[in-house]
């Protein structure tokens, strides 16, 4: 007896389309799953680490990146960490950063200049924190205290330098002038506040009169620029993350 595939046709069509249906909902489903997971990571992790970048940027723009006191980098990428480590689309180990959640082919494409650009920031600010807390009184040119007392006398009509606390003192002049960090010292003593205020040009001057302090300044600035082209390139890259988002209706 003949096969009647005509009979069968409505109940192959019917599987067919089921199957079918299957498929375009399931698409659906995860459709929906990357565009909630795109708001999510848009409005939580992009912001806060775009949120950061420009807090950063700000420290250092205004010339308040160091601490006094205990001479030491204020500049910390604990924040980036702490944001990378709550994700659960981020990995941080030994300090490389890799991409967890790889749903999202909008976001693979940009998660990877991210991390790039947090691993360059955190080497340069590695480096940077080293070098600045790896100073001391030793760093001190020898002549930068006679300069400093001219530097006093010249503006003051006396010499403010006290014996007291000396050293700490010749440091903390010292430390913010190679660092172009002057607005970290905003309290303290009148003296230092006032110098940095009407003559922080003059006082760097007489710390960058030695080869090797001119040196280390320069490899600060640079560092510092390392850092902000980092960051600018961090935010542009989140931005551009957004529009993509948004121009392919994902957000």
Same mark, same amino acid.
């Given at each position: ?5 005509? +009979?069968? $046709?409505? #109940? ?7 199957? *079918? ?8 489903? +995860? ?18 680490? +775009? ?23 204020? !500049?910390?990428? @604990?924040?980036?960490?702490? %944001? ?15 991409? %967890? #959640? ?12 991210? $991390?790039? /650009? ?20 030793? /760093?001190?040119?020898?002549?930068? &205290? ?13 010499? @403010? ?5 000396? /050293? ?7 430390? !913010? ?7 970290? #010292? ?22 960058? /009169?030695?080869?090797?302090?001119? &040196?280390?300044?320069?490899? *600060? ?8 082209? @980092?960051?600018?390139?961090? %935010? ?14 994902? %957000?």
């Amino acid at each position: 007896m003949p096969f009647d595939l005509e +009979k069968y $046709i409505p #109940y192959i069509l019917s599987i067919f389309m089921f199957f *079918i249906g299957m498929l375009v909902e399931n698409y659906r489903i +995860k459709n929906n799953k990357i565009r909630e997971k795109a708001k999510e990571l848009n409005e939580g992790i992009m912001y806060s680490l +775009k949120s950061c970048a420009k807090k950063t940027k700000l420290q250092i723009d205004e010339m308040q990146y160091i601490s006094v006191g205990k001479i030491g980098l204020k !500049l910390d990428n @604990c924040d980036y960490v702490r %944001i990378l480590d709550s994700s659960d689309i981020f990995n941080v180990k030994d300090g490389k950063i890799s991409l %967890i #959640y790889r749903n999202d082919s909008v976001l693979r494409k940009h998660a990877k200049v991210i $991390i790039q /650009n947090l691993e360059n920031f955190n080497s340069e600010l590695l480096y940077l924190k080293n070098m600045i807390e790896n100073f001391s009184e030793s /760093n001190i040119p020898h002549n930068f &205290e006679e300069d400093l007392r001219d530097l006093l006398k010249n503006e003051f009509g006396k010499d @403010c330098l006290e014996t007291k606390r000396l /050293n700490e003192f010749l440091f903390t002049a010292y430390m !913010l002038s190679i660092t172009g960090s002057k607005n970290s #010292y905003k309290s303290g003593r009148t003296w230092l506040v006032k110098i940095i205020q009407n003559r922080y040009d003059d006082l760097q001057n007489i710390a960058r /009169n030695n080869s090797e302090s001119n &040196e280390n300044f320069v490899v *600060i600035q640079n560092r510092l620029t390392n850092i902000i082209s @980092c960051l600018n390139n961090l %935010i542009n890259e989140i931005e551009e993350l957004h529009e993509e988002w948004l121009n392919k209706h994902i %957000i």
